[in-house]
């Protein structure tokens, strides 16, 4: 079983900065991408951010340039450091990661519980 762990959320004003951690634990023989997606109400989930497991990165455009998703492969943790936050960046924030399980698994795509993260104007 696999699960991910996400903390870091809450409640800052416009400007202000947060950062999301999200540890994988369980069955996990490796771990190829890590990211971060958001979920406003009423809008579908998109894309924040995305690290392999070399380390090569993509961006929303809509964050690019304020926010830096970093993972630490020995802790099993995807990390999103967010700056100068908007109140459109306001949503549950869901980590994601592609797991194989095991030596002779195939990978799955896993997902955490989400956090909230709420910008004030």
């Known amino acids: 079983q696999v699960q991910l762990v996400e903390s870091g959320g809450g409640l800052v004003q416009a400007g202000g900065s947060l950062r999301l951690s999200c540890a994988v634990s369980?069955?996990?023989?490796?771990?190829?991408?890590m990211g971060w997606y958001r979920q406003a109400p009423g809008k579908q989930r998109d894309l924040v951010a995305k690290?392999?497991?070399?380390?090569?990165?993509n961006y929303a455009d809509s964050v690019k340039g304020r926010s830096t998703i970093s993972r630490d492969n020995v802790k099993s943790t995807v990390y999103l450091q967010m700056n100068n936050l908007k109140p459109e960046d306001t949503a549950v924030y869901y980590c994601?990661?592609?797991?194989?399980?095991?030596?002779?698994?195939?990978?799955?795509?896993?997902w955490g519980q989400g956090t909230q993260v709420t910008v004030s104007s």
């Open positions: 369980g069955s996990t023989f490796t771990i190829a991408d």
């Open positions: 690290i392999s497991s070399g380390g090569s990165t």
């Open positions: 994601n990661a592609a797991v194989r399980r095991f030596r002779w698994d195939n990978y799955g795509d896993y």
